[in-house]
């Protein structure tokens, strides 16, 4: 008999539509202890409140990946050139 796959595909949004933080984490691929660990270091979404509620609007979502993007890019860079550097000195 097989396992029942694990994998839940995020639901399809339509546009303008917002992430409560569990659907965010989802459809980022972290967990919410990663979120909320993002959050104490000032790297999260921003937030928008609506009630009782913390949702994150696609904009919010889009510039947090841009963001984290650029900030992997630009230590992708700084490894690159310190191992340049190293390898000059050899």
């Not at 396992?3 to 972290?30: D, L, M, T």
């Amino acid at each position: 008999m097989t396992k029942p796959c694990k994998y839940v595909r995020p639901a399809v949004r339509q546009p303008g539509e917002v992430h409560s933080i569990k659907g965010f984490c989802r459809n980022n691929g972290i967990s919410v202890t990663s979120y909320f660990k993002l959050k104490q270091q000032g790297l999260h979404p921003r937030e928008m409140k609506v009630g009782k509620r913390i949702v994150i609007t696609p904009e919010a979502e889009a510039e947090w990946r841009h963001e984290r993007e650029a900030e992997a890019e630009t230590e992708w860079r700084r490894k690159r050139e310190a191992d340049a550097t190293s390898n000059d000195h050899d």
